[in-house]
């Protein structure tokens, strides 16, 4: 049984609050940047007079930067700063932003897209493990979804702004893609104010410098010198990271563990219903267009509200817990999708949208959300930066691979079966979290490195795990 007792010495100060909201901007940017050239479609197309083909690129090609960006800022991850790497996200955000925004050519506007692409790959994972580094063990699951939340509230954010302003005038799309600079640069001036992590001022320059970080987000004296004591000795007895030695055991365990749980989090479906949630729903009797669109941003603003919910239990039931009853409840909602389109209830559209919305929050609250949360924690320092970039990049892999060939399998199989194929993932997902994830809640990093070392099981690296259900009854849930 977990016990989730809450340790006084290690509760978050308010600046590692604001440390956490600031490298969330990076994830802002993410969700802002990757949903706000679909409010621009028309105005684009029509102005460079593009074909279907040309507009698939400009969209596409946002995710082949992100693809190409990971590895090579993973390569360098482990060896510069966190906050360095953000400094350069923000910087190539405002870049990408104004050549978009200022394109009077269709290769301009390509080159701002790939551009963004890379920044959003990697912010994708480099802001939720600076906060990781940065966080005390009993709040780093919350605080690492603050990031999470940041990029739900920016795709959200994004569709809330091209209502309002896309019919202000034939050239609103330009104003759109400025708006992306005043965020970008909101994240390069605060990210200058924040130090850099403990771990990284140990590695580099020592343990006084290292002292004077944590001096400034731990509460007290005796957490400050155990948290020093635990990085020294992890550095200490932590080799050199590089590519090969992912390879090796133990550290192929984690890595494979992590890079099968992105799969998982992208092929249960949610970026079929995002990037195609019009298509869906017309299919399910919705109309007329706008009506479409509609319940496609309530698909958003749901997936936006647990992950806020998931923010704030997250550190309180455990991780394991969220994951196995969150895939478990969006396996079943969507064989009700399936059973939506088998009885042809269409005269009970409000049906399908319950489905839907079931769907998203068991999503949302399992590897929607822990996802990144996991990926944050299970990974020894040496190769935390380059292991995270690995299964970031296999998770952008899977998500262009859905965003491909979703309407031709949805077009060609059904819909029936689609939604079938997309619950029985969300089954093998659960399978999967139950027997290699571990419970890694109010365990700090160091620990769980430390056990992982010493041999133990994948599933034991963070709290031995005795029970799943009934964790919920200790923390009064």
């Known amino acids: 049984m977990y016990h ?29 940047d990757s949903s706000i050239i679909a409010d621009t479609k028309d105005q684009i197309t029509a102005q460079f007079s593009l074909s279907d083909f040309q507009w698939s690129w400009i969209v596409s090609v946002s995710l082949l930067g992100s693809i190409i960006g990971i ?35 269709l290769n301009i506007l390509i080159t701002g897209r790939f551009i963004i692409g890379m920044c959003i790959g990697i912010a994708s994972y480099i802001s939720p493990l600076f906060i990781a ?21 920016g795709q959200a954010f994004s569709f809330l702004l091209g209502y309002f302003i896309h019919d202000i005038s034939q050239s609103s799309w330009r104003l759109l893609l400025w708006l992306g600079t005043i965020p970008a640069f909101c994240l390069l001036i605060g990210i200058l104010f924040v130090p850099h992590s403990p771990r990284f001022m140990m590695a580099k320059y020592g343990r006084d410098k290292a002292y004077e970080i944590l001096k400034k987000i731990r509460h007290n004296e005796i957490a400050i010198q155990t948290e020093l004591h635990e990085i020294k000795l992890n550095l200490t007895q932590s080799s050199s990271g590089n590519i090969l030695s992912l390879f090796k055991k133990p550290f192929i365990f984690v890595l494979i563990a992590g890079v099968l749980l992105g799969i998982f989090q992208q092929f249960s479906g949610i970026n079929a219903i995002m990037y195609y949630g019009p298509v869906i729903f017309e299919t399910a009797g919705f109309y007329p267009i706008k009506t479409t669109l509609l319940a496609t941003f309530w698909m958003g603003l749901v997936n936006f509200l647990f992950t806020a919910i998931t923010l704030f239990y997250v550190d309180k039931v455990g991780r394991r817990f969220l994951l196995l009853s969150g895939i478990l409840l969006a396996s079943l909602s969507l064989v009700l999708v399936a059973c939506y389109y088998q009885w042809h209830l269409f005269n009970q559209k409000w049906l399908m ?37 690995i ?12 965003a491909i060939s979703f309407l031709d399998i949805f077009h ?19 399978i999967f979290i ?21 041999g133990k099981k994948l599933r034991e690296i963070g709290q031995p795990v005795e029970s799943e259900i009934g964790e919920v009854e200790s923390v009064g849930i």
């Open 71 to 105: 590895p090579i800022s993973g390569l360098v991850a482990d060896h510069i700063s966190r906050k360095s790497m953000l400094l350069l996200v923000a910087a190539g955000f405002i870049l990408g932003a104004i050549l978009c925004a200022q394109a009077t050519q």
């Open 412 to 430: 060609r199989f059904g819909e029936i079966k689609t939604f079938c194929l997309f619950s029985l993932i969300c089954l093998c997902a659960f």
């Open 133 to 153: 580094e940065m966080a005390p063990a009993n709040a780093r699951g919350g605080m690492i979804l603050m990031n999470g939340l940041a990029i739900t509230f």
């Open 4 to 32: 989730f007792t809450e340790n006084p010495s290690s509760k978050p100060t308010y600046f590692i609050f604001l440390i956490a909201a600031i490298a969330a901007l990076g994830g802002f940017l993410f969700g802002f």
């Open 434 to 454: 139950y027997h290699f994830i571990p419970e890694t809640t109010d365990v700090s990093l160091e620990k769980i490195e430390e056990n992982l070392m010493a």
């Open 353 to 389: 949208l319950c489905f839907m919305s079931t769907y998203i929050m068991g999503y949302c609250v399992s590897v929607g959300s822990l996802f990144w949360v996991i990926i944050s924690e299970i990974y020894p320092h040496k190769i935390r930066g380059l292991a995270m970039s």
């Open 391 to 402: 299964a970031t990049l296999v998770q952008w892999g899977a998500n262009f691979v859905v």
